[in-house]
């Protein structure tokens, strides 16, 4: 009962550290990265698709994304994506492939961008707190229908509380990783 507690709080933490690692992809820093253009979706034959999934993505240096489509006739829907997307890039055409130039952020925009990730990196530790909420009431429930002694709940408690502690360090970790790599010029 209570190691299953623990492992279903410990995978739902896991989660919350995944889904920031991918928040945090989406966070434009000074470098090109193809998992920017992951979520912006183009009209592709009626049907909502990924740019990933209609053309290669190549990163030729640190400050350039090349978008080469499979079909040459999405070229255009590409480019319109890119546009109204809030990545801020003004596309290039031309006539078989798009180059995107990612200039470097000013120190302003790395600033706004650095309270950005700490405004994500807090949200990640409201839900590994929620986790923890969740598996204590879980533990409280297995006590009060007499599933678990009183020692048994404040050890595992105890356990819970270990693993909340562990994650939160691991949001720090890559929150600072990634406030660096803003921060880079």
Not at 3 to 12: G, K, L, Q, R, Y
Not at 33 to 50: E, V
Not at 122 to 141: M, Q
Request: proline letters at 4%; charged letters at 35%; a negative charge.
């Amino acid at each position: 009962m209570i190691s299953e507690i623990t492992t279903s709080a410990e995978e739902n933490m896991e989660k919350a550290i995944t889904s920031l690692s991918h928040e945090f992809g989406n966070i434009r820093t000074g470098r090109a990265s193809a998992t920017m253009l992951d979520r912006i979706q183009i009209d592709y034959y009626g049907a909502q698709t990924p740019i990933t999934q209609v053309a290669g993505v190549k990163s030729p240096d640190a400050h350039m994304l090349i978008i080469e489509p499979w079909d040459k006739s999405a070229l255009k829907a590409i480019e319109k994506a890119i546009l109204a997307s809030d990545l801020g890039i003004n596309p290039s055409n031309d006539g078989s492939v798009i180059r995107l130039p990612f200039p470097p952020p000013t120190e302003e925009r790395r600033k706004e961008l650095v309270k950005q990730c700490k405004t994500i990196a807090e949200e990640a530790k409201v839900a590994i707190r929620n986790n923890r909420r969740d598996a204590n009431a879980k533990l409280e429930h297995a006590k009060k229908e007499g599933e678990i002694s009183e020692d048994d709940l404040r050890r595992a408690e105890t356990e819970i509380q270990k693993l909340t502690d562990k994650y939160v360090a691991k949001i720090e970790e890559v929150l600072k990783h990634k406030e660096a790599e803003v921060m880079e010029v």
